[in-house]
């Protein structure tokens, strides 16, 4: 089997090619327009296999799309590329509804083209699958509810407003012109290779360097954390599995409030790492409440019951397991991060090319 993924140098992209290439015989065609966030350092343990291989492309670009569906043949498209950070999203809007709304639009079209003229087998068996954001169901007032996958989208930030768009673009190319598509909307994830503006690695990348560690507003913002990996597993199963045209909430029972992660990170410092940089006694003395962000969401929750019933897929990490394992990951590979921090990792591009 075949299978497309865009944004595969990102956080999640790399640990669904990861996935691919070291439990299955799929092969993968990694299309990245290698952004900021697009690290191809993160797939360096797989990049090696014949069942691999790259190509740098933007999403918004229908002619380098066309030309790559003609000749990789996919039997399944995993969508990840994304523009993924809250707060840029908030400090600059433009490349979010580029690539969140222009560019699905430009590859459904693509999509559907290389669809229509499919063998009559090849078609029926083809998927596309939208990976989208609990975010797009904005943010939950009882202490006791959980998004759904009939909840009415509410999303508060420009990110969380482009995800939504994809996600309604993406059902209409089901409806209008009958594109077979699957579609997951799934919680905070953590776990290695995330690019260090996100929660966890900034605090835990902030602590080892003796720097603040900020948390916005009060820090009561309640997330529901799910490794990275468990997502992969859920992402793959619903690809090659979900019947056409079903949404599936992916979630990992880990409701946290930020300071309380936070204080995690800092417990499990002191424990694996406590040579700590001059001048600091405690990793928690770093903490600092700084201004919140503007349309801050307060919770986020999911019910992930219809994924587990449906097709069997369970998280295998709690928080506490995976905490630990990120925690670890981040001290032994500072070969990753510390280009990443310098800015200068986009001179380590060692992809393939091919297709
Ligand atoms: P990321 O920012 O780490 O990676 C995004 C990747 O997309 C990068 O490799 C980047 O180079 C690539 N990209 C960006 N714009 C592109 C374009 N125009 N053309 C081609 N490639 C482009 O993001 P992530 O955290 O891995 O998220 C992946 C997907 O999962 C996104 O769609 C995001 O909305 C969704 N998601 C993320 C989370 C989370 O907690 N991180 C949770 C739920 C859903
Ligand atoms: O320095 C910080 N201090 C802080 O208090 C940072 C970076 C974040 N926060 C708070 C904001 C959020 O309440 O921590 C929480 C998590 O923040 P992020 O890591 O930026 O994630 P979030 O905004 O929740 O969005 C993430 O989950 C859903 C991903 O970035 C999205 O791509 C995904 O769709």
Redesign the pocket.
Known sequence: MKIMV?????????AVIRHIINDTSCHVLN?????????LNSVSSVSGSSQYSFKQ????DSAALKSVFSTFQPDIVM???????VDRSIDGPD?FM???IM?VYKLLEVTRGYWNQLPKDKKSNFRFHH?????VYGDLEGENDLFTETTPYAPSSP?SAS?ASSDHLVRAWHRTFGLPIVLT??????GPF??PE?LIPHMILNALAGKPLPLYGKGNQIRDWLHVED?ARALLLVATSAPIGKTYNIGGHNEMQNVEVVHAICDLLEEIHPEKPEGINNYQNLITYVTDRPGHDRRYAIDASKIERELGWRPAETFQTGLRKTVQWYLDNKSWWQPVLDGNYHLNRIGKSGG
Do not use: M, R, V, W
Not at 79 to 85: G, Y
């Open positions: 865009t944004g595969g140098a990102g956080f999640i992209g790399s299309i990245d327009k290698l952004t900021y966030a697009g690290n492309i933007d999403i918004c969508h990840l590329a994304a523009e993924s950070h490349a580029e690539t969140n560019g990976i989208s954001t609990d975010e990110y995800k909307n799934c919680s905070n994830n953590y995330q690019f996100k997502h």
